[in-house]
T-cell receptor, first 112, second 114 residues
Framework: DAKTTQPTSMDCAEGRAANLPCNHSTISGNEYVYWYRQIHSQGPQYIIHGLKNNETNEMASLIITEDRKSSTLILPHATLRDTAVYYCIVRGLSGSARQLTFGSGTQLTVLP | EADIYQTPRYLVIGTGKKITLECSQTMGHDKMYWYQQDPGMELHLIHYSYGVNSTEKGDLSSESTVSRIRTEHFPLTLESARPSHTSQYLC?????????????FGPGTRLTVL
């Protein structure tokens, strides 16, 4: 799976959009971009994933650049409960059970 | 919201006790996982299962054992708990047919062995 680079930390005002960037310049054609988050002392939470096209679900939007070398996770109206560490990971195709490896992630702090 | 449950959420227990951490999911997922995670640290896969009667050890060696008698249930057992077992234990599941193995996690069990 390709390596990703994220900023260590970001702040966002409550009610504003939080835009979390991720670089994955070595991503290969069949690798997906995944986002998870982990609120302190809780289990990781799956947010969204995508291959090429932009994706949106009830939690967030994922914008992937045309060259697929970077992406942005958008939380449209951040709340205090969105304060967490956000992990961007790249995963290739495999039917087998595999270790999920997060890396260092971005600590997002939503400020009142 | 993923339907995967873990009990207990917190457990403080003395050395030498036998414990079982419960994990259940209602999504009909075939694949299930147990991870161990210390505060601020990476996830470490300790056990996984492809389905009923299938269990495998993960990358991190663990003294725990698991069983998979029913699709929805994947308990983890420590026969004799030690202080070195103090950690957070996370259960996850994924669909058999998902080619990228999207894993959904439970809330975790924080275990403290005195």
């Amino acid at each position: 799976d390709a390596k990703t680079t994220q900023p260590t930390s970001m702040d966002c005002a409550e009610g504003r959009a939080a835009n979390l960037p991720c670089n994955h310049s070595t991503i290969s054609g069949n690798e997906y971009v995944y986002w998870y988050r982990q609120i302190h002392s809780q289990g990781p939470q799956y947010i969204i994933h995508g291959l090429k096209n932009n994706e949106t679900n009830e939690m967030a939007s994922l914008i992937i650049t045309e060259d697929r070398k970077s992406s942005t996770l958008i939380l449209p109206h951040a709340t205090l409960r969105d304060t967490a560490v956000y992990y961007c990971i790249v995963r290739g195709l495999s039917g087998s059970a595999r270790q999920l490896t997060f890396g260092s992630g971005t600590q997002l702090t939503v400020l009142p | 919201e993923a339907d995967i449950y873990q009990t207990p959420r917190y457990l403080v227990i003395g050395t030498g006790k036998k414990i079982t951490l419960e994990c259940s999911q209602t999504m009909g997922h075939d694949k299930m996982y147990w991870y161990q995670q210390d505060p601020g640290m990476e996830l470490h896969l300790i056990h996984y299962s492809y389905g009923v009667n299938s269990t495998e050890k993960g990358d991190l060696s663990s003294e725990s054992t698991v069983s998979r008698i029913r699709t929805e249930h994947f308990p983890l057992t420590l026969e004799s708990a030690r202080p070195s077992h103090t950690s957070q234990y996370l259960c996850a599941s994924s669909e058999r047919i998902d080619p990228t193995d999207t894993q959904y996690f439970g809330p975790g069990t924080r275990l403290t062995v005195l």
